[in-house]
């Protein structure tokens, strides 16, 4: 009796398993491609017909001829468009980026104290926790930038508190150092500090593995860069002014204004993304095992060792893969700046140069990429982290 | 298993062949050359439908307009809306149909406002918008006579004592994007070398209530705006509008490129409310005029010559009907922003150049 193998009934092509997959795959590319076209389509036709000037980024040399409140570079406008959107662009990045670092520490924080066996401290946390989550984040923007940062005194009656720091409802005006001509000398001695740090704690460290107790790395590493820096400070001729601020006329002038906007902006997205990561840290501290706890404890580890050296290390693995996610959120949600008048990437080229120039499609396009670039990169520089704190399976 | 993968594969990679070849069919129709053909494109619109049979064809005229500009264009309560440009649509609205009533008033932001015009979601722009040179050329627009002559202006604290430019050396001022504003102040504050620092908000509300905490020691924008804007604020008496002028702001209707006879349409049914102030006729007295034997007279009311068929109206007193319904030039400016209103703007520039202005309206022969 012959055996027919089952691969050999071939039933008819309709229900053929591979006539079907790769029918329905032809079936996707055609329409997405179809439709692709049909908008592109759309486009130039419209374009053709309201008598619009054709698709070019020239005018991207042209003077801009506006003003921008804060810039981290400098700009006039005389300036070209090209320029006035880098400065939009870098005074993105400088609200992604210390509210990255500002959200993930209050975000650590919280998170920690929402597992407390304190009652007070984890009702405190849970509060917090789903109160900023459970809002709006442009309601709490304006809430911050109207009903907070606008009903501070006004500048001549400024809260001046030690240093000297001026509280206003133009912002925060704090004393800033100004370089003098030692100060590019003094920054090579501080990279020469660091180095000097590293080369400490990677002899401390290789020295801990030999005898099996490791030293306080971080506090020698700091130490070692404190005193190269302070050495140099003491030889150098002052390689920094302080520059304090002062009330003169309309406005403080001199040391560094961190403007009314640019707070609100800030305190906004950081308060907002923390609740978001305190949630994520919990969530990660909560997946690792309780044995680990006991192990740790059995070991004679204290608390805060278990939690610095068992449960964290093992908990980021968790932990990353969404915090990316928070970090893209918060970049993505400062957009939301031109709600309050601070000049960011999409209040200056979404808004102000866009309405110039009345050139749409190019200015949609960059501004897109640019958050596109933005956010590839961090999930990339993310998921490289991501990868070396993976753990590895034997 | 392995093989029917390997299938799949094969079926991806035809799938993808299959696309270009249809895309690479598709292309030429998109292709690149289509970005070129501007203007080879343009004489193709000459021969569709003109704005004038299309407005006829919809029964209504669209006119984008403002909603938040008290005095100018403003939508109160009850769903209607009022103001000076706003009679403006409505005096194309009564030349076209007879009726002042047959339009749609299309509310816009200062940015999407020339957007909305060129994609022919709207026939033409009466919202407070300032004729230049770039707005003329590269946005394809065609500005009609200015309605009204305004200057940017600058409105202070009492108690700062600010009366010039230079008295601002350093201030914070408050200004709105998608504007003209915001490139003025640029440039002036440059001409007199005072530096500042510009606080920009998308919306009025919030610049002025930014203003009004504070935040900013000055504000500007248009004068009559700021004017109409004053009244809001918490202690208006508290604050002046310094005698600065930083800008021309000729403020006018705006039609779109390409379609002349339409251009034409919008200009005279301003220029007639300008010749009907000059020859004395108002919404009132116009029947008394209507045996009128001066020739000037008799043209505009459409007793003599066929000057409304010239701008492709068929209804010989279409210039009749606007002073009827909507009244002269004085009439609507007076209604929207005269003694009797809270605004209680003085003419200024714009009264007619017999009385001391610069309204001078081309005689219709």
Redesign the interface.
């Known amino acids: 009796m012959q055996e027919i193998h089952a691969s050999q009934i071939r039933p008819p092509f309709y229900r053929d398993?591979?006539v079907l997959?790769?029918f329905t795959?032809?079936?996707?590319?055609?329409v997405?491609?179809?439709l692709g076209?049909f908008f592109?389509?759309n486009m130039?036709t419209?374009l053709?017909?309201?008598?619009?000037?054709?698709?070019s980024f020239s005018f991207l040399g042209q003077v801009a001829?506006?003003?921008?409140?804060?810039s981290m570079i400098e700009y006039?406008?005389e300036r070209t468009y090209a320029r006035a959107f880098v400065v939009g662009l870098l005074n993105t990045f400088q609200v992604a980026i210390l509210g990255i670092i500002f959200a993930t520490a209050l975000g650590i924080v919280i998170g920690v104290m929402r597992l407390s066996t304190n009652f007070l401290i984890s009702r405190i946390a849970l509060i917090y926790i789903d109160f900023f989550r459970n809002i709006p984040l442009l309601v709490l923007l304006i809430f911050w930038a109207?009903a907070v940062f606008?009903?501070l005194p006004?500048?001549a009656e400024a809260i001046v508190l030690p240093g000297p720091i001026f509280l206003s409802?133009?912002g925060v005006a704090v004393p800033w150092g100004l370089p003098t001509e030692s100060w590019s000398t003094y920054q090579i001695i501080l990279a020469a500090g660091l180095v000097l740090g590293a080369a400490v704690a990677y002899f401390l460290r290789e020295q801990g593995k030999r005898t099996g107790r490791m030293p306080l790395i971080t506090l020698w590493f700091l130490v070692t860069v404190a005193a190269v820096g302070l050495i140099g400070w003491i030889f150098l001729p002052q390689p920094l002014t302080f520059d304090q601020p002062v009330l003169?006329?309309?406005?403080t002038?001199g040391g560094k204004i961190l403007s009314?906007?640019f707070m609100a902006l800030l305190s906004g997205l950081i308060i907002y993304t923390a609740a978001f990561i305190a949630e994520i840290v919990r969530a990660g501290i909560q997946s690792v095992s309780k044995g680990q706890r006991e192990a740790a404890t059995a070991l004679g580890l204290n608390p805060a060792q278990t939690l610095r050296l068992v449960i964290f290390p093992q908990a980021l693995r968790v932990i990353i893969p969404p915090l990316t996610s928070e970090y893209l959120n918060l970049t993505k949600n400062s957009s939301l700046a031109?709600?309050?008048?601070y000049?960011d990437l999409f209040?200056v080229a979404g808004?102000?140069i866009?309405?110039?120039?009345?050139r749409?499609i190019e200015m949609f396009t960059m501004i897109m990429g640019t958050y596109l670039s933005l956010s590839l990169l961090t999930s990339f520089l993310m998921n490289v982290y991501n990868r070396r704190i993976r753990l590895v399976e034997r | 298993m392995k093989s029917?993968r390997k299938?799949?594969k094969?079926?991806?990679i035809?799938?993808?062949v299959?696309?270009m070849i249809?895309?690479a069919c598709?292309?030429p129709?998109?292709g690149p050359e289509?970005?070129?053909?501007?203007e080879a494109?343009?004489p193709a619109?000459q021969e569709t439908q003109t704005t004038l049979s299309i407005v006829q064809e919809r029964g209504h005229l669209v006119c984008i307009g403002n909603a938040q500009l008290p005095g100018f264009g403003f939508l109160d309560s009850e769903g209607n809306f009022s103001g000076f440009d706003v009679d403006y649509c409505r005096a194309i609205a009564a030349a076209i149909f007879g009726d002042a009533d047959a339009l749609e008033v299309r509310p816009a932001s200062?940015?999407e406002r020339?957007?909305i015009l060129?994609?022919?979601e709207g026939d033409v722009i009466i919202r407070n918008t300032t004729w230049t040179m770039?707005r003329d050329t590269?946005?394809?627009m065609n500005f009609g006579p200015t309605t009204f002559y305004d200057g940017q202006g600058l409105m202070v604290r009492k108690e700062?004592g600010v009366s010039t430019l230079q008295d601002?050396?350093?201030?914070?001022v408050c200004v709105v994007?998608?504007?003209t504003t915001?490139?003025n102040?640029?440039?002036q504050?440059?001409a007199a070398g005072v530096a500042?620092?510009?606080?920009?908000?998308?919306d009025f509300d919030?610049s002025f209530?930014?203003y009004d905490?504070?935040?900013c020691?000055a504000v500007t924008t248009d004068k009559s705006s700021l004017v109409s804007r004053q009244t809001t604020l918490t202690a208006p008496a508290d604050h002046v509008i310094i005698n600065v002028t930083l800008s021309k702001e000729p403020l006018g209707p705006a039609v779109?490129?390409?379609d002349d006879q339409w251009f034409d349409l919008v200009n005279w049914v301003v220029y007639a409310t300008m010749l009907a102030e000059e020859a004395g006729i108002t919404s009132e007295n116009i029947d008394s005029f209507m045996d009128s034997n001066d020739p000037n007279i008799g043209k505009l009311l459409g007793l003599e010559g066929d000057f409304c068929a010239k701008v492709g109206l068929e209804n010989a007193g279409c210039f009749a009907d606007v002073i009827r319904l909507l009244g002269n030039y004085a009439e609507i400016y007076d209604r929207n922003l005269g003694p009797d209103t809270v605004f209680d703007l003085p003419r200024g520039l714009n009264s007619l150049y017999t009385d001391g202005g610069i309204l001078y309206a081309p005689p219709i022969r």
């Open positions: 398993e591979r997959g790769i795959q032809v079936l996707v590319v055609v997405v491609v179809g076209l592109y389509n130039i419209g053709r017909e309201k008598h619009t000037v054709a698709i001829g506006f003003d921008i409140g804060e006039s406008r109207q606008l009903k006004r500048v409802n133009r003169e006329g309309f406005n002038q009314q906007q031109i709600a309050i008048g000049p209040a808004n102000t866009l309405n110039q120039t009345g749409e | 029917m299938l799949n094969a079926g991806m035809l799938s993808m299959i696309g249809i895309a598709m292309s129709a998109a289509v970005v070129e053909s501007d494109a343009a619109m200062a940015r020339f957007t060129s994609s022919g770039s590269d946005l394809g700062s601002l050396q350093g201030a914070s994007t998608g504007t915001e490139l102040l640029a440039d504050f440059a500042y620092e510009a606080v920009v908000f998308e919030q209530n930014a905490e504070g935040r020691d779109r490129h390409g």
